[in-house]
């Protein structure tokens, strides 16, 4: 993704054309026949842990080196146990009860156990431990015991309460999750890594194992780490869970500039790389016998800060999203296509067209931005410096806007994760990129995420009394088809209020070298993790 917001590379990818391999050297990773070197396009991680990740970069990682209770298989799209033995509901699926396969342990020795999970999950769920997925325990029982009401950006103050009422113990394998009310998409959610369990002493000192973390998953580190160094990876024997990665080997190097990247590969030093959109028109004619494309189920936006009250009248944000041209943003960015919507297309519940403010008309911008009475002041559009395009399309929107609405406009570049911080705190000034893909396939993880006032992507700061009701009625209804209906009423609140503009959903492509062949499924993506090698 192009966005400041990193996306989970959970994502379902649909395949659309490939090479036939034959391309690069990539030897990496010690030159192992099976081995290889993964690049990442990002600035290097800070620290290894999956409870306190939901960026597309550390996600990659702790995939590696983190098995899930469940997962989506490649070949049938359906969910089956990894570490789960069953996930089981009651008739309103508000009491869930899961059950561990016997003999699986952490890679420090530790018998992996149901309690595991329990203190792991109270930890996270903590508002004082502050890491990032805390908002996903939101819709467990006691949720709130342990995050009091807290000022916007703060983080919340240590409570006598440190556990989830909703979290039980029943036996050494076995524990239940009590929802504040029913939701039947919970069985889905628990292949998202950021529920995976940490292992005692990790527990009780996480800022000791940030750099040295200890999995459950099929990759361990290979020696010391620390922040700027590549992170490499060797098979874990102890590793029991299903489908096991091919390779020994695996070394993951940030680069974080994507043009960096993309020509490390062509000098033959990475095995695998994201192609970045200054490449899009290229790529085919610089590899062509070792590259992938596929259609993303990721979806890219503008964000509109609802701190800031220059924002608060919706026919503005009306007026900013009808005054671009999306067909010439998606030709600008190329292998895309013009975004209707919030969800991505491959999504049960996507609607053609349910946006009804994203056809591009500069006389019904205008006027709806007079109506709004104009905008006070040049209009700040921030973009990542670290992406070689990201001043590129900051400067084409911001085009659009002066061109047809005639508002004063400027650009402000930072790093990524400068802007991301800005924007936690509300001190960011302006609009800025982002982008999202599902950790499950449902049409519930777009919107509970960036549009529910509580969840934990909600880049915008976004609030809607009438939109978080109908997302919890959708929750609550078993029935999966009427389900969908709901969420997508909540989806049509969002497109009335606009928080984020859709703006395009983006084919992926990727390079890979003559050794290794990625695995490439409709269901869960291109995935170098899960190369064959030749």
């Known amino acids: 993704m192009t966005g400041v917001v990193g996306v989970s590379l959970g994502l379902a990818l649909v395949l659309g054309a490939c090479g036939d391999g034959g391309s690069g050297s990539g030897d990496g990773a010690g030159g192992g026949a099976k081995s290889a070197v993964i690049a990442i396009a990002a600035d290097p991680l800070e620290y290894i842990n999956p409870l306190n990740e939901n960026g597309s970069p550390g996600i990659q990682v702790a995939q590696a080196m983190f098995a899930p209770l469940v997962a989506t298989d490649p070949g049938t799209g359906k969910t089956v146990n990894v570490l789960a033995d069953s996930v089981t509901p009651d008739k309103a699926s508000q009491t869930w009860t899961v059950k561990l396969k016997p003999g699986n342990t952490f890679q420090n020795g530790q018998k992996l156990t149901a309690k595991d999970y329990v203190d792991s999950w109270n930890l996270t769920a903590q508002g004082s431990t502050a890491w990032k997925n805390n908002g996903f325990f939101s819709k467990v029982e006691g949720y709130e015991a342990l995050n ?39 069985g889905l959610t628990l292949q998202y890594l950021g529920l995976a369990p940490l292992p005692e002493e990790v527990r009780k000192d996480p800022d000791a194992y940030k750099r040295k973390p200890i999995g459950n998953g099929p990759f361990k580190l290979d020696g010391a780490w620390n922040p700027g160094d590549d992170i490499k990876l060797v098979k874990w024997d102890g590793y029991k869970g299903p489908s096991a990665p091919e390779a020994d080997a695996l070394t993951y190097r940030f680069i974080p500039n994507a043009d960096t990247a993309y020509n490390e590969f062509l000098a033959g030093t990475v095995d695998f ?8 028109k290229t790529f085919k004619t610089d590899a ?8 993303s189920s990721g979806a890219n936006y503008l964000t509109i800060p609802a701190w800031d009250a220059r924002f608060k009248n919706p026919k503005l944000r009306h ?11 998606a030709d600008l960015v190329g292998l895309s296509t013009p975004s209707s919507g919030l969800i991505a297309p491959d999504i049960n519940g996507y609607r053609a067209d349910a946006c009804k403010y994203c056809g591009f008309d500069a006389t019904a911008a205008k006027q709806l931005l007079q109506e709004a009475g104009g905008f006070s002041g040049p209009l700040n559009i921030n973009y990542n410096t670290t992406s070689a395009t990201g001043q590129i399309f900051a400067e084409a929107i911001g085009n659009m806007l002066r061109q047809n609405l005639g508002l004063e406009v400027k650009y402000t570049g ?5 802007i991301t911080t800005l924007a936690d705190t509300r001190k960011l000034d302006g609009l800025r990129f982002s982008g999202w893909g599902h950790d499950y396939p449902s049409i519930e993880d777009y919107l509970t995420p960036m549009f529910k006032s509580s969840g934990d992507a909600n880049f915008a700061g976004y609030a809607n009394p009438a939109l978080d009701a109908v997302l919890a009625k959708g929750d609550a ?5 009427k389900a969908v209906k709901l969420y997508q009423q ?4 969002a497109l009335e209020d606009l928080p984020l503009i859709p703006l395009y959903a983006k084919q992926n492509a990727y390079l890979h070298s003559a050794k290794i062949e990625p695995r490439v499924s409709k269901y869960t993506g291109v995935q170098a993790l899960y190369s064959t090698f030749n």
């Open 490 to 493: 909540a989806e049509d609140i």
């Open 148 to 186: 009091p009401p807290t000022p916007d950006g703060a983080t919340p103050k240590p409570t006598s309460v440190k556990t989830l009422s909703g979290l039980k113990l029943v036996d050494e394998l076995t524990f239940s999750v009590k929802l504040k009310v029913p939701f039947s998409q919970f």
């Open 288 to 295: 062509p016998d070792g590259w992938v494309t596929a259609e």
């Open 477 to 481: 209804e078993p029935d999966q088809d």
């Open 273 to 280: 790389v994201d192609v970045p959109p200054t490449k899009v």
């Open 319 to 329: 007026a900013i999203s009808m005054a671009i041209d999306r067909k010439a943003m």
């Open 414 to 418: 930072k790093q990524g994760s400068e």
